[in-house]
């Protein structure tokens, strides 16, 4: 299990450093953090936990997001690269509405549902050659 969760972060880690730096230089991009951050604000509106500071809240969600990323992709992506990416993918475009978040951030062009899809299919991907790798070397 060690293996995976040591695949998983890597993936998570890609993902995110796949995200934001596409996102800090290029234009009409996913942005996934503010779908994270709106979700965190909501859910801690409901708790006596206060995060007003908008640089506390982006390390908030990008600490969460990591962690759910790696668990994720450590229990589906290490045997199921694609289909658990796509998986991934497809979630965060269509579920925010339906969870009453807004999906502007990853949905609101056909740009960015594909950039969304093509992120946690990358994160997939990088997990599964990380847990191939650590595998072949045992």
């Keep these: 299990m060690l293996k995976k969760m040591i695949a998983g972060l890597g993936g998570a880690v890609a993902l995110n450093l796949l995200h934001e730096i596409v996102r800090k230089t290029c234009k009409d991009v996913p942005h996934i953090n503010e779908l994270g951050e709106e979700a965190l604000s909501k859910m801690t509106d409901r708790t006596a936990l206060e995060i007003n500071n908008p640089n506390q809240l982006y390390a908030a969600t990008l600490a969460g997001d990591v962690i759910s990323n790696a668990v994720y992709y450590a229990t589906t992506a ?4 694609l289909a658990s990416g796509l998986l991934a993918g497809v979630g965060a ?12 951030p990853v949905a609101s062009t056909n740009k960015k549902k594909i950039m ?23």
Excluded at 93 to 104: R, V
Excluded at 117 to 127: D, E, S
């Design 78 to 81: 290490t045997t199921h690269n």
């Design 93 to 104: 475009i269509a579920l925010p509405q339906k969870l009453g978040l807004d999906p502007d």
């Design 116 to 138: 969304t899809v093509g992120y946690y299919l990358f994160g997939a991907i990088v997990t599964k050659l990380i847990y191939d790798q650590i595998k072949d070397n045992e």
